[in-house]
């Protein structure tokens, strides 16, 4: 193609983004974690190859496949790790966070401004690499996983444009063999092993052997060409074009940085000699393979040279260089991921985006791996058990295990939201198991397991029969507190909670715990053992540090509506809710399982006050227990001591569960008095009954009025 005045004018292949899959995903993960809600621009790699065609088997003809840069998942490294055979090219991305923001930036203003920069850098620097740079902006619908991107490609336009002398020719017609493979030799470093290419260099015949031709960086073009005739001279650059008739768009920035700082004579009279390179392999020996590199003599005319500002940086050139769309029209592009995303990974990374989405502006300090690695033992898949279950798979856990010893009833799905009509057929599926199913259907990441146990419990004496199985049974419960972090005790009656409060406590386990009424509920954390508590702290109590009786059978002799859990519906969720939230705030906190709760309001001082001092952690306050009532809807934050002769959490109870093991719990399930006696409730008892008996009634009758 020739221009108006009939001058064949040279032409350029615009480059062509390729963004590969995984660079959307470290986009996501770098906008979730790092950039958040910034729009500062961040440095991004990428690279460019020889172009590459194939071949139409209906024409015979090559079909070129385009000018393409490559932006790969290791985009945002800082050491830049360039494909073998490439060309490295750094860029700016600049991610915006409403796709209005998107559409309404002054993209013109960004890319002079871009362009501006690479001018400048390189007239500065002498640095020829800051031609290729590029510039990025994005949106990314991190819930849709739909990204909007469009590239800058800035390129300084000559005007008049350059032209071209004569037609195409092969490199091979006006280089010998010899030359051409000194050329690949020097080109892509074959003696020093390395693979990456540089965008460009200038070569001469060598004083030795004048077939042979010696390579230097672009940037010593007037040094290196000193007392070289025109002729002579060869400017090499990587070529991401094969098409036929149209060189890569890297040579405009090429030329303009020659003409504007090593030759502004590069008149009709005194052309450029280029070689587009295009031979990733040199011909072997003796074949008839043709070199692929194009050798081309280009020129402009003297205007061109004065607008490129020689050593002026204040004379940028205009440049072009916005990529169009699929549709050839000057506008973003849209990669839409979610089609070809593995569903599970999907919901994977939708978990933890609303959880990410708090450390952006809320609580930037929130640390949630040590939320989501935390593994948590669920003892009772009720109600309790599975709004607790939900509860932490909203904060990102991945370990949740259950256990139960019941089967899905008539009565559970409507209240127990992990079950469903169907697994109450047939005598109903095993709780804990179901309970697990269910949620790795909610959310296949979850590593959730079920566990069809029964625990023994202090008051329900084991018939010898049964004493092996509930060895058995103890020693699996023994080992899944062992595996997890944090137990929840979530079952119905106040003794089934006895082992595992003595195993959680021996075992210096975060162990939570929440109990229901009609219209009230407790949840309450335990406190660490006396051997674990520091010196000078208050020991919290346990479930049972209030009691001066052993825990016993709470069932025996009961009515339906009095062995049954009889609360009002609205309960267990809340209570299931505050005991996650207890947890995650002890997490947070930076003493753990020690931390202190708040102090009692006063007359002096309300609660929100106590809520803003010392003892508040990243998510506030950690009470030791939580008292809220439905029928004044309001909670209580109390604070109990630990007790030195409780029948749960005391040192004289946890040394002989250490000491002796099962038959101390054997004991202690089927011997009435047993634990009242190992830890002196007994003796308290009765004194308290004889202190009664002294006491001096005042039997006088009632004064009238």
């Excluded at 719990?665 to 002196?680: I, N």
């Amino acid at each position: 193609m020739s221009e108006p005045g009939g001058k064949p004018v040279l032409h350029f292949t615009p480059f062509s983004s390729i963004v590969q899959p995984a660079f959307w995903h470290e986009l996501t993960r770098l906008k979730i974690d790092v950039l958040k809600l910034s729009q500062e621009a961040v440095p991004i790699n990428a690279s460019y190859s020889i172009g590459r065609a194939v071949l139409d088997r209906e024409t015979g003809m090559e079909v070129p496949l385009g000018c393409n840069l490559v932006v790969g998942g290791d985009a945002f490294q800082s050491e830049i790790r360039t494909p073998p055979n490439s060309v490295a090219a750094k860029g700016w991305l600049k991610n915006f966070n409403t796709i209005e923001e998107f559409k309404a930036v002054n993209k013109q203003e960004l890319f002079n401004q871009t362009a501006e920069e690479m001018w400048s850098a390189t007239l500065k620097t002498g640095d020829p690499s800051y031609l290729t740079q590029f510039l990025l902006i994005t949106f990314a619908d991190l819930k849709k996983y739909r990204y909007y991107y469009w590239f800058a490609f800035p390129a300084y336009v000559a005007v008049p444009p350059w032209n071209k002398i004569g037609d195409w020719r092969s490199a091979q017609d006006y280089i010998p063999r010899k030359g051409l493979e000194s050329l690949y030799s020097s080109i892509f470093n074959t003696d020093n092993g390395s693979r990456t290419l540089p965008s460009a260099v200038i070569a001469r015949p060598s004083a030795a052997d004048p077939a042979i031709f010696e390579t230097a960086p672009l940037n010593q073009f007037t040094e290196f060409f000193e007392d070289i005739p025109h002729d002579k001279r060869l400017i090499i650059f990587i070529d991401p074009s094969a098409h036929s008739q149209h060189v890569g768009w890297p040579l405009r920035n090429i030329l303009a940085y020659i003409l504007s700082q090593h030759s502004p004579d590069a008149s009709q009279n005194a052309p450029l000699n280029v070689v587009a390179w295009r031979d990733v392999d040199a011909p072997p020996p003796n074949s008839d393979r043709p070199w692929r590199s194009v050798y081309i003599r280009t020129w402009v005319p003297s205007g061109a040279a004065e607008l490129m500002g020689r050593g002026d940086t204040t004379l940028r050139p205009a440049a072009v260089g916005w990529e169009k769309n699929t549709a050839g029209k000057m506008g973003p592009r849209v990669a839409d991921l979610a089609p070809m995303m593995d569903p599970t990974r999907l919901a994977d990374q939708a978990v933890d985006l609303n959880l990410k989405l708090m450390r952006w502006r809320i609580l930037p300090e929130l640390d949630l791996d040590k939320v989501s690695s935390t593994k948590c033992l669920l003892l009772g898949a009720g109600t309790l058990g599975c709004y607790v279950a939900r509860t932490l798979m909203g904060w990102g856990v991945r370990k949740i295990s259950f256990i139960d010893s019941a089967h899905v009833s008539f009565s559970n799905p409507v209240r127990q939201p992990l079950f469903e009509f169907e697994d109450c057929l047939d005598g109903g599926k095993p709780k804990a198991a179901c309970a697990a199913e269910r949620l790795q259907k909610i959310f296949p990441g979850v590593n959730a397991t079920g566990y069809k146990l029964s625990i023994p419990m202090p008051g329900h004496p084991i018939p010898p029969p049964n004493i092996e199985q509930t060895k058995e049974d103890v020693a699996q419960l023994e080992k899944l507190i062992d595996e997890h972090d944090v137990i929840f005790l979530l079952m119905d009656s106040r003794e089934s909670r006895w082992l595992p409060t003595v195993i959680g406590a021996s075992k210096g386990k975060f162990v939570i715990n929440a109990a229901l009424g009609f219209d009230s509920y407790l949840v309450m954390r335990h406190g660490t053992r006396q051997s674990l508590t520091p010196s000078g702290a208050t020991r919290l109590g346990c479930y049972y540090c209030n009691d001066i009786v052993a825990p016993a059978d709470s069932l025996k002799d009961q009515t339906l509506d009095q062995m049954c859990t009889v609360t009002r519906p609205g309960l267990a969720s809340i209570a299931a809710s505050t005991a996650v939230e207890l947890l995650v705030s002890m997490l947070q906190h930076p003493k753990g399982i020690l931390a202190p709760p708040p102090p009692v309001a006063s007359n002096n001082r309300t609660q929100d006050e106590v809520s803003e001092d010392e003892h508040s952690g990243v998510l506030g306050l950690v009470p030791h227990q939580i008292r809220g009532y439905l029928a004044r809807f309001n909670n209580m934050l109390i604070t109990g001591a630990a007790f030195n002769s409780c029948t749960g959490c005391s040192e004289t109870v946890l040394q002989a569960y250490e000491q002796e093991g099962f038959p101390m719990l054997l004991r202690a399930f089927g011997e009435t008095g047993y634990l009242e006696k190992l830890t002196g409730l007994d003796k308290l008892y009765n004194e308290g009954e004889a202190a009664l008996e002294n006491v001096d009634w005042d039997e006088d009758d009632e004064v009238d009025g």
